[in-house]
């Protein structure tokens, strides 16, 4: 039986809404509005998605002098007191600035620490909406689940009379057990990267990357117990599509995003392998630079590619894109590349493989 997509439900002993197909299972946290699992049923409801090992709240109840240091303190812990999955950092990534954050801004803006609100909702569809009273803008999310593809239509409102720079992160969060040493493997339309922070001269080319100053492959997971890298990577500007897609043959799952790249044109990869958070964001972005409008003033292009955007005042942007979870046909080799044609996605298969397409229900 289907559930109803208004209907809430509770994940991880939290409120919580849950829509599906027939083939895919898809569930947002209220507190938050983090999309806390989406499981492909016919291999056996595994969900690709980061879900932390130990309990979690919604951040609105969050009290920094009980939980702070249980979630590790400054200005994350709000945020990691819920967080789970995909969050969306919104209206910026990373650190406030020292006054915002003496003012009470927490790590990743205010979308991922505030409670959503259902507005409305149909057979296969949800849409939820968070107020964002310090930033005076709102953001509207609608997911629509169309066979093995779950849909995200976002919208960002102004309410404000002036304008403002927005950066806007789609961080999503892979975790164990499809998160897996020497089996889970990642593909990308990246191209040019960096360290996080790192002057613009950099010349490494995905899935190059570094590590404390050395050299690293980010297309697989590495045998480390460390965490906290990031590296940043443009999207290829010759796509008008981009993607990222990762493959664990134990469970045949592919699993991944398709989006605009002139909507995201920046790939945020943060790896931590600790026993404590073994995690893997693979985060599409419309900005490589951590911080708040301080922060993006100061580098405003790289590469000839902007680092942030303009929401006008009173005005509103939206952005579209799709996740899939996928069964692979049997002794799939991985994934070479994934491509949007039209309605159908196609899954090019490494090595030559015969690879597989599906049925996206819409177009972009």
Known sequence: MLLFAGALTQFTGRSAWTIESSQLRVTV?????????????????????????RPTIDPTHFNAARDAQRYGGGSGAKLMSGLAGHSLCFPYWGNPSQAEERAGMTFHGETGVVDWRQTASGSNWLELTA???????????RLTVRGTVVWFDETAINAAAW?????WCEHVTLGAPYLERGATRFAASATRGRPLGS?????????????NGSDIDLSGVRDEKSGGEVNNYRMDPSRETGYFAAFNPRFSLVFGYVFRRIDFPWLNVWESYTP?????????????????????????????????????????????????????????????????????????????????????????
């Open 199 to 211: 002057a613009d001269n950099s010349d490494q080319q995905w899935p190059h990357g570094q590590a």
């Open 163 to 167: 304008d403002r720079p927005v950066s």
């Open 131 to 141: 107020e964002l009273p310090e930033s005076r803008t709102r953001f509207i999310r």
């Open 276 to 364: 404590e958070l073994f995690t893997r964001g693979m985060e599409f972005s419309n900005t490589p630079v951590h911080g708040t409008a301080k922060a993006l003033m100061r580098t405003s292009t790289l590469w000839d590619v902007p680092t942030f955007e303009w929401l006008n005042a009173k005005g509103s942007i939206h952005k579209r894109y799709a996740a899939f979870s996928l069964m692979s046909p049997k002794n799939f080799r991985g994934v070479e590349d994934v491509r949007v044609e039209g309605s159908r996605l196609r899954i090019i298969e490494r090595d030559g493989g015969p690879g597989f397409d599906i049925d996206l229900g819409q177009t972009f």
């Open 29 to 53: 946290l209220v507190g938050g509005g983090h999309v806390g699992e989406i499981a492909l049923k016919s291999a056996g409801a595994v969900n690709p998605l980061w879900v932390q090992a």
